[in-house]
């Protein structure tokens, strides 16, 4: 079974402008949850997908926003890039059985460079 | 931020000796799992252990659970130098909006010397 894959694995941007991220899950996955990582701030969840509805989000700006389709893929946006959204954005998907099985999967991560 | 804290930050052994790293969280949980992540890159998911359990053991590794304490460990036996890698311990929180929101610990960087 393939895992999570997210394109691009590698983006440079400049401030002001805006990015959009993609994530396909593992097959029969239905959550998709997107975390920033950075050295100063570590891990951090930004917002969670289920059946293409947003269930769960972090202590993020409007200017971090998802969305997921029917297929269960789903894809972050975020506009007014700002030097500070400069991360690893890493995709992780489950198959939301309950909460005893919530294993997340993640994919090898979008480097975002803002400049 | 982070609400969990993993010690130590770092440790370094030597091939086929144990590693064993820690992690402490604040708030009642549903699991907790532990993830490996070699150089900035994805995180591997190596173990889930759920609130009820005590131990879990997958091949060379073992995780205890003490929610007494709200505390867990990662212990890595007869280590191999592809061992070498961040290691983070993540909870889900029953306070949480999602059971699949996850609050990751600070990590630990384990260097397996050859």
């Known amino acids: 079974k393939a895992g999570v894959t997210q394109t691009p694995r590698y983006l440079i941007k400049t401030r002001g402008q805006q990015v959009t991220l993609s994530c396909s899950p593992i097959?029969?996955?239905?959550?998709v949850s997107w975390y920033q990582q950075t050295p100063g701030q570590g891990l951090q969840f930004l917002f969670e997908?289920?059946?293409?509805?947003?269930?769960n989000k972090g202590n993020f700006p409007g200017r971090f926003s998802g969305r997921q389709f029917s297929n269960s893929r789903s894809e972050m946006n975020v506009s007014t890039l700002e030097l500070g959204d400069s991360a690893l954005y890493l995709c992780?998907?489950?198959?939301?059985f309950g909460t005893g099985r919530n294993e997340q999967f993640f994919g090898p991560g979008t480097r975002l460079t803002v400049l | 931020s982070q609400q969990g804290e993993e010690d130590p930050q770092a440790l370094s052994i030597q091939e086929g000796e144990n590693a064993t790293m820690n992690c402490s969280y604040k708030?009642?949980?549903?699991?907790l799992q532990w993830y490996r992540q070699n150089s900035g890159r994805g995180l591997v998911h190596l173990i889930l252990?759920?609130?009820?359990?005590r131990e879990k053991h997958s091949g060379r590794l073992r995780v205890t659970l003490d929610t007494s304490k709200k505390s867990s460990s990662l212990l890595i036996t007869a280590s191999r130098a592809a061992d070498t890698a961040s290691y983070f311990c993540?909870?889900?929180?029953?306070?949480?909006?999602?059971?699949?929101?996850?609050?990751f610990g600070s990590g630990t960087q384990l260097t397996v010397l050859p």
């Open positions: 992780a998907s489950s198959l939301a």
């Open positions: 097959s029969g996955h239905r959550s």
């Open positions: 997908y289920f059946s293409e509805t947003q269930r």
């Open positions: 708030t009642s949980i549903n699991n």
């Open positions: 252990i759920r609130s009820n359990e």
């Open positions: 993540a909870h889900s929180q029953i306070s949480s909006g999602s059971a699949r929101q996850l609050t």
